[in-house]
């Protein structure tokens, strides 16, 4: 699942997180990032660490 598909399936979750969502795409946010923000996991492909293990 995309940052993108992850991001719908938590807007589905209350219109309060679809409003505070759309603002941060508004404002400019990557998918990726409102999914770091909001606790969810990062793309399989991408730890956050270039490619480093934890």
Do not use: C, F, H
């Amino acid at each position: 699942m995309s940052a993108a598909e992850r991001l719908i399936a938590a807007a589905a979750l209350s219109p309060a997180i679809e409003a505070w969502i759309s603002l941060q795409l508004k404002a400019g946010r990557k998918p990726s990032e409102i999914l770091v923000l909001i606790g969810g996991p990062l793309p399989a492909n991408d730890n956050g660490r270039g490619g480093q293990q934890a």
